[in-house]
């Protein structure tokens, strides 16, 4: 069973591979796409075939997210690590024997006071409720407080109900898709809506505040973000990059009027990729990436955009050192 959000191994070429696509709650199976179509949750595949599983929101309203968390908080701004909760639900839902985990299963928290969320609140599990405490003043409700740290580098967090299904995970590194400014520099991972995929890099981002807003609304970070503008491109595009020539960072920016599947990639003069700066499905807006080629030698350099069926872009700099 792969229990994480990334893995790779080995198959025999031969022999058959059995797939079971399992939904997280608030979400249904809807098919498959790739080199096989099927709307069978449970398929066979093999050696060479590349597939997707597609899902959506299902009509399911009993649903707890993980919102904001906190990971290698600055030093500076020190609240330790701390973990929110959203019932983006209309009931009130009973966290009561409900766990929380990381990456490891020995790492566990059982909610295990009479504890209920209401509809629209926000609450958190902290790993240093003091230390949390003299960060923020504002009225936060705590849960209870973890015995384990998230890790500074990548980590899983998950959550699951009295019966023991997983209700909600957030898979999360500490490099780009995923947002840089939350790692160690005093601001948190925020979901930029609640009603958005949350298992999606693309879909945090460093928060507006700094230390991040526990116990409070996030904010449409689409609108606010420096990532973002407030009014949405209508075009596709894929803008010069600058500075160029550039020694040893540049920023690329691409423009998206509506939700797409984006690849954003480096290439050196011989056609072999150097970096990969997107990769996923992201929401309209306007992106920019930061290319760091301190590890490169001088030269010609391409970045390409693709957009399946819609575009493939190709423009061309220059790295002097």
């Known amino acids: 069973n792969i229990t994480d959000s990334y893995w790779s191994g080995d198959y025999f070429s031969d022999v058959d591979i059995p797939l079971k696509a399992i939904p997280k709650a608030g979400y249904e199976f809807v098919e498959w796409t790739g080199d096989i179509q ?3 949750p449970e398929i066979v595949i093999q050696a060479g075939q590349n597939i997707e599983a597609i899902f959506a929101k299902s009509s399911d309203t009993t ?17 330790e690590d701390w973990v929110e909760f ?24 059982l909610f295990q006071e009479p504890t209920v969320l209401a509809p ?11 230390l949390f405490k003299e960060v923020y003043t504002h009225d936060v409700r705590i849960l209870g407080e973890i015995d384990f740290g998230l890790s500074g580098n990548s980590d899983q967090l998950r959550l699951f109900n ?3 299904e997983l209700m909600d995970s957030v898979q999360y590194f500490d490099y780009d898709p995923w947002p840089l400014h939350a790692d160690g520099k005093g601001y948190s991972v925020s979901l930029i809506q609640h009603d958005v995929d949350n298992s999606l890099a693309e879909n945090w981002h460093s928060s507006n505040e700094l230390g991040g807003t526990p116990g409070l609304e996030n ?5 606010t973000s420096a990532e973002y503008q407030t009014v949405l491109p209508t075009d596709f595009k894929l803008e010069v990059n600058y500075p160029n020539p ?14 797409s599947t984006v690849r954003l990639r480096v290439f050196n003069n011989l056609g ?15 992106y920019t990436r930061n290319f760091d080629a301190t590890h490169l030698a001088s030269g010609v350099y391409f970045y390409r955009l693709e957009i399946p069926e819609v575009l493939t872009q190709t423009r061309k700099m220059l790295l002097v050192k």
């Not at 990971?71 to 701004?77: F, G």
């Not at 904010?219 to 609108?223: E, Q």
């Open 63 to 79: 649903t707890v997210i993980i919102n904001e968390f906190m990971y290698n908080a600055s030093e500076t701004h020190n609240s």
């Open 219 to 223: 904010g449409d970070l689409r609108g």
């Open 86 to 109: 959203y019932n983006a639900s209309s009931l009130p839902i009973d966290l009561t024997d409900w766990v929380f985990k990381d990456n490891d299963d020995a790492h566990s928290f």
């Open 38 to 40: 099927s709307s069978d």
């Open 246 to 259: 550039f020694n040893p960072n540049t920023t690329i920016q691409f423009s998206i009027p509506k939700s």
């Open 120 to 130: 629209g609140e926000f609450a958190v599990l902290t790993r240093d409720s003091s």
């Open 272 to 286: 072999q990729v150097v970096q990969v700066l997107a990769d996923g499905r992201f929401l309209p807006g306007v």
């Open 162 to 164: 009295v019966l023991g």
